[in-house]
Structures are given as structure tokens and as C-alpha cells.
């Protein structure tokens, strides 16, 4: 699967193994969903999410988990291997989490959030500003 970010999928028995790379985004998501489809209706017990360099996942990745954990195999035993605790909250949050197994959760180095907030913030137009109560934007 040929994108910006490198996602292996490859099947070993019964067990479909997925090596994410740093970001699962609306702009890799629908070719991984793609590629997934060649696994519908195939005898596979177990979907891992080798996540160990995911730090970043959008609505549109999320969809593929759910893609996974409701067309894939006969609802396969999902696995989070090596998941950021953050990616693990979001996951939470949403309601996924609990058809997922997570096994080795992992803390993001400083240094790495400190580059995807750098890349995040280069790429997305934010402002912030505090205001205190009573006062306008004159």
C-alpha cells in the first residue's frame, strides 16, 4: 500500500496484522479501508494494530477500526499492540476501546508530541487568546 505514511497489512493464518505509521488521517484512511476489503468474508480470528509509531488519528482512522471490527472475519479479537496512552484515550472516548484488547501501552517521548504539535500547529490555522469575563473584542 503505497501512501505518504507506510501501512503494511499482511495475513498470517488467521491473524491479520496492520503496522500503522505515525498517522492515521483522512488522507490515508480510505486506501487502508480499501485494502481491507480484500480481507471481507476471510476466516480471520484476530486483527492487530501494530501502532507503535501512531500519534496522531482523525475521525477517519477511527472509522477503519470500526470497519475492522465490524466486517473483517466474524468479529475478529482486535488488538492495540505498543498504543500511545493518548491514542488510547481517544479510543476510549469514542467507544472503541472496549472491543479492543491493548497490550504494551507506551508513552509518546517529549521530544516526539513536541514535533507533532510543531507539525500540527504548522499545518492548521489556531488562534488562541483569553478574555476575562465582562470584557469585549472591540
Known sequence: ??????IDVTLKG?????TLGRKLLADNAPALTEELTKY???????????ASKLNIISS??????FFVSQKI??????VFLNCAPE???VLK???LAQFIEFKQLVTI?????KDVLEEFAANNDIVCYQMKMGETDD
Do not use: S, Y
Not at 472475519?73 to 482486535?78: A, C, D, L, T, V
Open 73 to 78: 472475519g466474524n468479529k475478529p479479537n482486535i
Open 93 to 95: 472516548h469514542v467507544g
Open 40 to 50: 471481507v468474508g476471510q476466516d480471520i480470528h484476530e486483527v492487530v494494530f501494530d
Open 60 to 65: 477517519a482512522g477511527l472509522r477503519v477500526v
Open 109 to 113: 517521548r517529549k521530544e516526539f508530541k
Open 87 to 89: 491514542i488510547h484515550t
Open 14 to 18: 488467521t491473524t491479520l496484522t496492520i
Open 1 to 6: 500500500m503505497e501512501n505518504k505514511e507506510k
